[in-house]
């Protein structure tokens, strides 16, 4: 029981990391002109129907472009699929828990794009 609950831990450590991992490069990018936008990450519910074996409760990285203020849903799209073509960084949130990638400007939770990250997850 007690090795159960510090792998629990250690699971959810990890999960943070990740983000902040995410959150550091994205930032890093940003300053250095790398990518075109800043972004944000944050760990939210996620959506059931994109739950897998591995899923967490809170299952959806959330990305907020929080350096435009309108940004439309094909933009939103376009940066999923950057995210989508690293794919060791797909692979790693799936084993981190998560089923769900979001991409949202900074001042909507409506025109986004989400979908299943085990979707375009390609066989190696």
């Known amino acids: 029981m007690w090795q159960r609950i510090i ?7 990890e999960k943070n ?3 902040s991992e995410f959150n550091r490069s994205a930032a890093l990018a940003w300053d250095k ?7 944000k990450a944050k ?5 059931s129907r994109f739950k897998h074996s591995n899923s967490d409760f809170f299952s959806g990285f959330r990305i907020k472009v929080v350096s435009m203020k ?3 849903k094909e933009a939103c799209k376009m940066i ?5 073509s690293d794919q060791k960084l797909v692979r790693k949130l799936i084993r981190c828990g998560f089923d769900t990638l979001e991409v949202f400007g900074s001042n909507s939770n409506e025109d ?5 990250l085990t979707q375009f997850l390609l066989d190696m």
């Open 7 to 13: 792998e629990w831990f250690n699971d959810k450590y």
């Open 17 to 19: 990391q990740l983000v």
């Open 33 to 39: 002109g790398d990518f075109p936008v800043f972004l």
């Open 43 to 47: 760990v939210v519910l996620g959506n």
């Open 70 to 72: 309108i940004i439309d």
């Open 80 to 84: 999923g699929l950057v995210i989508y």
């Open 112 to 116: 986004g794009y989400e979908i299943g």
